[in-house]
């Protein structure tokens, strides 16, 4: 993080809507200083009556702040992928599986093993 109101937005980015005082804790600072820091361009605000009292003022971050934010899921499929297939292929791990359903039987078998059943809400697929 850069600033400490670059914290503040991906705090918000993780929560979806915080109240000051949520996002003051998370970041061990003061609640003035992230009030201070909110951005009106960057973040919108809406009160909400919980009882008695003031009503709460929850934040979040406006429609345009989100573009801040790569997408990184695709590079997260692929290093997931990667971690993955070295894993299996440690040798150490082999030989841990190899023992152990020696002893026990198998355990966890090949994803292919499984038969999974559609629903009405999957998606079309021809093999």
């Not at 979806?16 to 009030?35: D, F, K, M, P």
């Not at 345009?64 to 590079?75: E, K, N, R």
């Not at 499929?77 to 599986?97: P, S």
């Amino acid at each position: 993080m850069k600033t400490a109101g670059d914290a503040i937005l991906l705090q918000l980015k993780s929560l979806g809507e915080a109240q000051a005082e949520t996002l003051a804790r998370r970041l061990r600072v003061s609640v003035q200083a992230v009030r201070q820091r909110l951005e009106r361009r960057l973040v919108v605000y809406s009160d909400r009556a919980h009882g008695r009292g003031r009503p709460r003022r929850l934040w979040s971050l406006a429609p345009g702040a989100s573009a801040l934010f790569p997408d990184t899921h695709a590079q997260l499929t692929v290093d997931l992928t990667n971690a993955w297939a070295a894993f299996m292929e440690d040798r150490e791990w082999a030989e841990i599986k190899h023992v152990t359903s020696a002893q026990t039987g198998a355990l966890v078998g090949k994803i292919e093993d499984r038969l999974l059943v559609p629903t009405q809400y999957s998606p079309r697929w021809q093999p």
